[in-house]
T-cell receptor
Framework: NAGVTQTPKFQVLKTGQSMTLQCAQD?????MYWYRQDPGMGLRLIYY???????DKGEVPNGYNVSRLNKREFSLRLESAAPSQTSVYFC?????????????FGDGTRLSIL | AQSVTQLGSHVSVSEGALVLLRCNYS??????LFWYVQYPNQGLQLLLK??????LVKGINGFEAEFKKSETSFHLTKPSAHMSDAAEYFC??????????FGAGTTVTVRA
């Protein structure tokens, strides 16, 4: 079982460059999420997609865009990378946006912006 | 809105000793609470979840957590620590919407 797969695992960018982080899940989940993880701050929600064709902002959406390409795939784009976006990015999915449904996480993308 | 506070960013225990990780929540509606574990260079894995069916929740790897409404707490325990328990642990709360609010995390170190 692959679960949630994120690519790439590591990336170094220069300030101003653009990049798309890819995420795919094979669990037939309706809902998908993008988080960033920074030391001492836990995980913060960037964007989420409740179902195919819909996306909504989370807690820290500025500087990011997302695309729910189909039910399986949810990508995160940095149009003009900034050093403040250096972080570990996690994609997650869940069956529904129901309050008691756990989220399943990928292994993360470690992104450094120079 | 809901939020979580994890008391203690680092906990060090001896192998075989009790593990206790503290989590207090704030929520304007009945909360749904989760504990996740993160091993180095990996994503988060669900340890257990509270969904109001029972106040004592048993999870994987011998962990359990007790929901105490009067104390707005959801502390995680394991009676006997194992070296493999060394990881970072996150408490999370969800209200009536889709959003999970995570605590800052507690790193557990297990001494031989």
């Amino acid at each position: 079982n692959a679960g949630v797969t994120q690519t790439p695992k590591f990336q170094v960018l220069k300030t101003g460059q653009s990049m798309t982080l890819q995420c795919a899940q094979d669990m037939n989940h309706n809902s998908m999420y993008w988080y960033r993880q920074d030391p001492g701050m836990g995980l913060r929600l960037i964007y989420y997609s409740a179902s195919e064709g819909t996306t909504d902002k989370g807690e820290v959406p500025n500087g990011y865009n997302v695309s729910r390409l189909n039910k399986r795939e949810f990508s995160l784009r940095l149009e003009s990378a900034a050093p403040s976006q250096t972080s570990v990015y996690f994609c997650a999915s869940s069956e529904e946006t129901g309050v008691n449904q756990p989220q399943h996480f990928g292994d993360g993308t470690r992104l450094s912006i120079l | 809105a809901q939020s979580v506070t994890q008391l203690g960013s680092h906990v060090s225990v001896s192998e075989g000793a009790l593990v206790l990780l503290r989590c207090n929540y704030s929520s304007s509606v009945p909360p749904y609470l989760f504990w996740y574990v993160q091993y180095p260079n990996q994503g988060l894995q669900l340890l257990l979840k509270y969904t109001s069916a029972a106040t004592l929740v048993k999870g994987i790897n011998g962990f359990e957590a007790e929901f105490k409404k009067s104390e707005t707490s959801f502390h995680l325990t394991k009676p006997s620590a194992h070296m493999s328990d060394a990881a970072e642990y996150f408490c999370a709360v969800r209200g009536n919407d889709y959003k999970l609010s995570f605590g800052a995390g507690t790193t557990v170190t297990v001494r031989a």
